[in-house]
């Protein structure tokens, strides 16, 4: 066995779960990261490069630190040696230019100080964009003109699929490219806890452990593209598309690290709550109303008036609904109709002579697509949406206890471990800080 950190026997081909121990040894010198557990994520998915073709997606890997200094160069650098045709880029100009170089085989991207190159407010930026979004899945191409005879041109369409890791401070991404993207937090080492990367001294190793590193996944390559290993539960959508490349990548290097690939899965789910209830997590407004509309209906109403819906809303989280939001006014009658129909096409309806409203069944599809309310599993004779094999159930009988559970302030689902263990949403108002400091008491 080698010891760690170094790059084994050259002109072998050595397990697959052997190289990726190497490499995270390797990382583990030179690469100090917040979190242990992110050597892990670097290993697979420098290793995931050489297999993303049957792995059919390839997650975005972003390096991200608050300032200057914290080791994001240093790690592309070393990934320049690891990943599958590796080109680092100081900065992207042209989309043109990039599909022609990605066109030609496939290709690493490394960029670096993508807060300033991938800037949204820089000209030209969204063509840059929407190549890196295009390209995470298999397949994806984008148009481009290319001379033809007699002096014409014609429209090509060129592979986009690669790929690509990004480095910067705190990068202002879209929120459809951070969607993509695996997140890896760096802060300077001031304790000087790992070696320097003298790369006239290291670089030769560096390669040769590069090397070791294709030709083991070569040797799994198959393995790679048909298995379909299981994964952590809530792994869906593009959580899915993001760690089922890097599950299926891990799986073929044995159990020790597809459960390696499990924990950091399910640290990305729990992140994921924690964010959308800390409310850093940028929830459209359709998707808000929705789950408002939920925490602020009574429970033993099967109809409620748009406008006692209305004033619900607002005493429920002025904050986004009253004249304190970023929209500045209350919400009506009219902008929540609108909201409803755009956003879930969800018409208000009349209860006999009554005000128009909303009916709690006509809401219960969206509660439950939204993850609002957990759908009901059924046999397969009830009758159900014909999507999602779900039960339509009416949701007054839906208990408590099969919606799990609530925030006792404010109703809301509670999503991440933390909460749940505590009964109390992530909320920072008075009522939710009064009632953390209780349960702490």
Known sequence: MSAVGSVGSVGSVDSMERVLDD???????????????????????????????????????????????????????????LCLNPVQAASLSSPALLTRMLNAGMRTILIDEVDRSLDPKKPGVEDLIAVLNSGYKRGATRPVLVPAKGGTWEVSEMSTFSPVAMAGNAPALPDDTRSRCIRVLLLPDLEGVVESSD????????????????????????????????????????????????????????????????????????????????GIANVPPAVSLIRDVYAAWPDDAGFIATTDLVSRLIRHNPLMWSSESFFGKDLTVQRLGRMMVTGFKIHSQRQGDSARGYHRATLA????????????????????????GMQLSHPSQVTNEAEGPACRVCSRPLMAPQSRAVGICGMRDDDHQAARQAVAA
């Open 23 to 81: 490499v995270r040894g390797w990382l583990a010198r030179f690469v100090c990261v917040m979190e242990d557990r992110d050597l892990d994520l670097l290993t697979l998915w420098a290793a995931h490069t050489h297999l993303c073709f049957e792995t059919y997606s390839t997650p975005r890997l972003v390096l991200d630190s608050p300032m200057h200094g914290s080791g994001k160069t240093t790690v592309l650098e070393h990934l320049s040696r």
């Open 199 to 278: 790369w006239e001294e290291i670089d030769e190793d560096a390669q040769a452990l590069g090397a070791r590193l294709a030709a083991a996944a070569e040797v799994v390559r198959e393995t790679v593209r048909t298995a379909r290993p299981p994964i952590p539960e809530g792994t869906i959508g593009r959580i899915k598309e993001r760690w089922y490349p890097i599950k299926r990548v891990a799986s073929s290097a044995g159990e020790k690290w597809a459960s390696i690939a499990d924990e950091l899965i399910v640290r990305d789910i729990e992140a994921t709550a924690m964010d959308k209830e800390d």
């Open 365 to 388: 599809a969206a509660w439950r697509r939204m993850g609002v309310t957990p759908r009901i599993q059924t046999d397969g004779t009830a009758k159900t949406d014909g999507t999602d």
